[in-house]
């Protein structure tokens, strides 16, 4: 499976932006998708995932600022990001793993990865 993520940008603190990941080659109904971001000079964090039913997970650096959603009709997952800051200054990339032997959590690994996107936020 492939994977593109976009919508990333340059915005201002405080400020919202949404980004989104296609899934390409495979039908997204099976997989979960998680959302992790790489800072200049850091280790990947993983911020968030949704699983194949819908649930959703948060790392706490940004739990109750972003949200994730899925569409799968669009094959398409979006992570709403609200009240961003500098730390939040980052590639934020998508993975995918199908994952249908718990629909209710999220894989500890995944196996596609999409190329990122970037996150400034700056003033």
């Known amino acids: 499976v492939q994977l593109q993520a976009s919508g990333g940008g340059l915005v201002q603190p405080g400020d919202s932006l949404r980004v989104s990941c296609v899934i390409y080659?495979?039908?997204?109904?099976?997989?979960?998708i998680g959302w992790f971001r790489q800072a200049p000079g850091k280790e990947r964090e993983w911020v968030s995932c949704?699983?194949?039913?819908?649930?959703?997970y948060y790392g706490d650096s940004i739990k109750g600022r972003f949200t994730i959603s899925r569409d799968n009709a669009q094959h398409t997952v979006h992570l709403q990001m609200n009240s961003l800051n500098p730390e939040d200054t980052a590639v934020y990339l998508c993975?995918?793993?199908?994952?249908?032997?718990?629909?209710?959590?999220?894989?500890?690994?995944?196996?596609?990865w999409g190329q990122g996107t970037q996150v400034t936020v700056s003033s």
């Open positions: 080659g495979r039908t997204l109904d099976d997989y979960a």
């Open positions: 993975a995918a793993e199908r994952y249908i032997r718990d629909r209710r959590r999220c894989p500890r690994s995944y196996d596609s």
């Open positions: 949704i699983s194949v039913d819908g649930s959703t």
